[in-house]
């Protein structure tokens, strides 16, 4: 599963509500988050699996999100943009990625991959 957005205010769980906030079954996850490298102040993130905390306060990576003729890039790439990679979470385990914005776009991805 590939989950994906844009932040425009800080928020407690992006993925809060959605049906993939809680894994089915043991799972192998990647968070990419990504600021826009010429308007970004103050932006960090917190990724959680269960009860483990992966990453606190961490900085975005900073990316142009808008290409110089204006055209909006799609956001994080595979896999040099993913902070987070392959961390292992078991059924059951509540994934809880916050992300506080201070200024200009952030976009983030997450990406769950079952395993059987």
Same mark, same amino acid.
């Given at each position: ?10 928020? &407690? ?18 968070? &990419? ?21 992966? &990453?606190?306060? &961490? ?58």
């Amino acid at each position: 599963m590939y989950l994906s957005g844009f932040v425009t205010v800080t928020t &407690a769980n992006v993925l809060s509500g959605s049906v993939f906030e809680f894994l089915k079954r043991p799972s192998r996850i990647s968070v &990419a988050v990504v600021a826009d490298v010429a308007l970004s102040t103050g932006n960090s993130f917190t990724f959680q699996i269960g009860d483990q905390i992966i &990453a606190s306060a &961490a900085q975005p990576f900073t990316e142009g999100l808008l290409t110089t003729s204006g055209v909006q890039n799609l956001g994080p790439r595979w896999p040099e943009n993913f902070h987070i990679q392959n961390e292992p979470g078991l059924a059951g385990d509540r994934l809880v990625l916050q992300i506080t914005r201070g200024t200009g776009n952030i976009s983030w991805a997450v990406i769950i991959v079952e395993v059987v």
